[in-house]
């Protein structure tokens, strides 16, 4: 584990600095000080490295993640808001937008990929995140009583990764724009947007 560890960091090191398109695996190698054999016999290609660095950032990111739902701000937006920005804070302080375009392009390019197994999981744990801060919201009558919390755990998880997914891949887009986009997206889901008394209306 010790080895798998060290060649992780280097990975992440070269692609941090150097890109991951263009790093090589015996760069790698080189600076984890083992043999391309070695990072082969763990890993077998480049693209399973980057999804193992995945991986390590989705476990060490739970505690704090874990944290913030379960003592958010008093304000259901601002809890989406500020849980939202957490999400984006801790994916680009491990992986480099480049890192997590490769990614979400092959999680998109194959279906039985590793990439997108590893995505559908990701998006699994922030919907369970999302129920565990919005129920207490639910209980205290800041979100409707009739309101599906699973939906709209699903749906707001939804928001979250298309706002990613533009962050990483528009090399001009700041969290602050990424946070702006989520208050706008925000605004119709919680309002609503069928007057009151028209729900039926044909």
């Known amino acids: 584990m010790a080895r798998e560890a ?20 015996e760069e790698v190698a080189d600076l984890a000080k083992v043999s391309a054999q070695t990072v082969y016999n763990y890993f077998a ?23 913030f739902v ?15 920005s957490l999400l984006a804070d801790q994916a680009l302080r491990t992986l480099t937008r480049e890192s997590w375009c490769a990614i979400l392009a092959a999680s998109m390019l194959d279906p039985r990929s590793r990439a997108r197994r590893m995505s559908l ?11 565990i801060m919005l129920r207490p919201f639910q209980d205290e009558g800041k979100i409707r ?38 208050e706008r997206q925000l605004a119709p889901v919680f309002v609503g947007v069928i007057p009151p008394g028209k729900e039926n209306a044909e």
């Open 6 to 25: 060290q060649v992780l960091d280097a990975a992440a090191e070269l692609f941090r600095r150097q890109g991951y398109e263009t790093t090589r695996i």
């Open 121 to 131: 999981r990701f998006n699994g744990l922030i919907r369970r995140h999302y129920k």
């Open 70 to 84: 379960r003592n958010p701000p008093e304000n259901p937006i601002e809890a989406i808001k500020g849980f939202e």
């Open 145 to 182: 009583r009739e309101i599906d919390v699973d939906a709209l755990a699903e749906l707001l998880t939804a928001i979250g990764t298309h706002n990613f997914a533009r962050l990483v891949a528009e090399d001009g887009m700041t969290l602050d724009e990424l946070k702006a986009a989520v």
């Open 45 to 67: 290609n480049k693209p399973n490295i980057l999804i193992a660095l995945a991986v390590r950032h989705v476990r060490s990111s739970i505690p704090e993640r874990s944290a």
